[in-house]
């Protein structure tokens, strides 16, 4: 597509319910990146893949959290047993290259109730 | 300890007028920079980058300076208009493009 998909827009879980979701980069764009953005303060790198591939996930939880990039399949972000502390904006960008602008998704708004 | 640091949580400007917001970093390894704009309830826009091999780049209305010896950039914005109004994010990375690292933004207000 030309534009970075997420789904979807808006999820609510309860505490310690599982959360998933979901990213589909720009076609032919080769990196993929998850930001998370909370209470509209910086974003916070969480993870970037290289195809289907991790690249960097230092900024990751080590618990709870995981992704993936699997071909032919959207990017995915999931989060175990869901905190209050988990609500958040997560955004989703991508990039052709590692010389080039990531662009970004609308985003998708976990609240954890 | 912020590594982009916009030190601006807000500016309001004149329509017409110069808008100019302002981004520091700490890490002299960043080597690629960038400015997003983004409006409420929505994703980041990419505006302009440059590389830490020129001091200039300039894309219609909006120009970014980076100085590295002061590891400072801005950006700014002439003629401003009010549609420019949002969220401004500096952001830098290392080894172009590897991981971002976002300031805090500034929030631009042009008014009629």
């Known amino acids: 597509g030309e534009e970075v998909a997420q789904t979807p827009k808006h999820l609510v879980r309860g505490e310690g319910q599982k959360a998933k979701l979901y990213c589909a980069p720009i076609k032919g764009h080769s990196y993929v990146f998850w930001y998370q953005q909370v209470l509209k303060n910086e974003f916070k790198f969480l993870i970037s893949f290289q195809n289907e591939n991790v690249f960097d996930e230092t900024g990751m939880p080590k618990e709870r959290f995981s992704a993936k990039c699997l071909p032919n399949s959207p990017c995915s972000l999931e989060i175990q047993a869901t905190k209050l502390e988990d609500s958040a904006v997560y955004f989703c960008?991508?990039?052709?290259?590692?010389?080039?602008?990531?662009?970004f998704g609308q985003g998708t708004r976990l609240t954890v109730v | 300890d912020q590594q982009v640091k916009q030190n601006s949580p807000s500016l309001s400007v004149q329509e017409g007028r110069i808008s100019i917001l302002n981004c520091d970093y700490t890490?002299?390894?960043?080597?690629?920079f960038l400015w997003y704009k983004k409006y409420p309830a929505e994703g980041p826009t990419f505006l302009i980058s440059?590389?830490?091999?020129?001091d200039k780049n300039e894309d219609g209305r909006f120009t970014v300076f980076l100085n590295k010896s002061a590891k400072h950039l801005s950006l700014h914005i002439v003629p401003s208009q009010p549609g420019d109004s949002a969220v401004y994010f500096c952001a830098a990375s290392l080894n172009y493009g590897q991981n971002f690292v976002f300031g805090p933004g500034t929030r631009l207000s042009v008014l009629p």
């Open positions: 890490n002299s390894m960043f080597d690629y």
């Open positions: 440059i590389s830490s091999i020129k």
């Open positions: 960008a991508s990039s052709q290259s590692r010389q080039t602008e990531a662009f």
